[in-house]
């Protein structure tokens, strides 16, 4: 079961039509749990791009954001990411 998660996952992220077909076999359920576990480690890489971004911005500027805003502006980006990455998707 794990070498199969592994195999199903390595697919959908280096050739996500054909691993999606195949899992069209295995069901509704399956296929989203898959779409759910990349869309989770888009967003988690997208926030930390985009917080280094914006700390290496800030830096740059000599300014600062928000008071406060280092305990939301992750949460709020995670966020965004997720929203994003539903908007990209597409069914066929």
């Known amino acids: 079961m794990v070498l199969n998660f592994t195999e199903n996952l390595s697919g959908i992220l280096l050739n996500p039509v054909e691993t999606f077909r195949s899992l069209r076999e295995k069901g509704l359920l399956d296929a989203l749990m898959y779409f759910i ?44 990411a997720i929203i994003g990455g539903l908007m990209l998707y597409r069914a066929p």
């Open 37 to 80: 576990i990349v869309l989770v480690i888009y967003a988690v890489l997208s926030t930390i791009v985009i917080m280094g971004v914006i700390q290496g911005f800030v830096a740059l500027t000599g300014g600062g954001l928000l008071p406060g805003s280092g305990a939301w502006m992750p949460l709020l980006l995670f966020l965004g």
